[in-house]
């Protein structure tokens, strides 16, 4: 697959102060590293309680915020798939540069993009997926998404705060911008395609109850992965499960594994 380098003009899309929550997380501990990637129109606020209890753990870790992510919508507009997967794949090379071996974790967008870090990178240890997304929408949704672009809408409402557990908030943006969106499906169908080429251990954790990314995504990645896969169900938490109910049972399973494949 195609690698990207991060335009250097992204910074110029922020007009916004970063919303409470939203700032990177860095940790420098051990020889063993932990990348951890938040989801679409998301902020690292959803996935810092699961990069903490990685460099709880002994692991040095990288949290980023992702272009267009973290300050107003109006910031992501112009950014695509290719920015964010660049400044993903710029984290990887950064923290690969002081560690050993590396496990890439992520939530919906951003397990697909450790799935597409994972096809091009063997030299990954293992991968955390929590609700990846990796079976796009349908494409009758996306022609229709196109036609409300047509029409002039750039946005629709927000898919944030998808979690079970009362008084557990999201910061995530309140509306979705289409063509970003449009952007990411593209990107899952290739993600999904080229699944074969992931060589690492996976586990997945997937919700039950998901109203963002439907369990046949996670079907999908099953079906597609030529590696060894632990799939682990949810019953308690919806689509934001770091946030929810599960998200102790999250944490303790993703340390345990990336210990484990770090190790081996």
């Not at 690292?44 to 107003?72: C, I, K, N, W, Y």
């Not at 992501?76 to 920015?83: G, N, V």
């Not at 990178?121 to 998404?145: D, T």
Request: hydrophobic share 45%; glycine share 8%.
């Amino acid at each position: 697959m195609e690698r990207l380098a991060v335009r250097p003009d992204y910074h110029e899309f922020v007009t916004a102060d970063l919303l409470p929550g939203s700032e990177p997380f860095s940790a420098s501990n051990g020889a063993n590293g932990v990348l951890v990637l938040h989801g679409f129109t998301g902020s690292p606020q959803s996935m810092r309680p699961l990069a903490e209890a990685f460099a709880d753990a002994g692991l040095s870790v990288d949290l980023p915020l992702l272009p267009g992510h973290g300050t107003r919508v109006e910031d992501m507009i112009p950014t695509r798939w290719s920015d964010w997967a660049a400044a993903a794949e710029s984290a990887f090379h950064s923290l690969a540069a002081r560690c050993d071996r590396v496990v890439v974790a992520g939530l919906s967008m951003g397990g697909t993009l450790a799935l597409w870090l994972a096809e091009s990178h063997s030299e990954i240890a293992g991968l955390v997926l929590v609700n990846p997304l990796v079976e796009p929408a349908a494409e009758s949704f996306c022609e229709m998404m196109r036609e409300v672009l047509k029409s002039g809408v750039d946005q629709i409402p927000g898919i944030g705060s998808d979690i079970a557990q009362e008084g557990q908030v999201e910061t995530a943006y309140s509306t979705a911008p289409i063509e970003p969106l449009l952007s990411l499906m593209d990107a899952a169908r290739q993600v999904e395609v080229n699944l074969v080429a992931v060589t690492c251990s996976v586990l997945l954790l997937s919700s039950r109850a998901d109203h963002v990314v439907p369990s046949s995504s996670g079907d999908a990645l099953v079906a597609g992965l030529a590696g060894a896969v632990e799939r682990v169900y949810l019953d308690r938490s919806f689509h934001v499960a770091t946030l929810d109910y599960d998200q102790a049972e999250i944490e303790e399973r993703a340390v345990q594994f990336a210990l484990k494949v770090l190790a081996a």
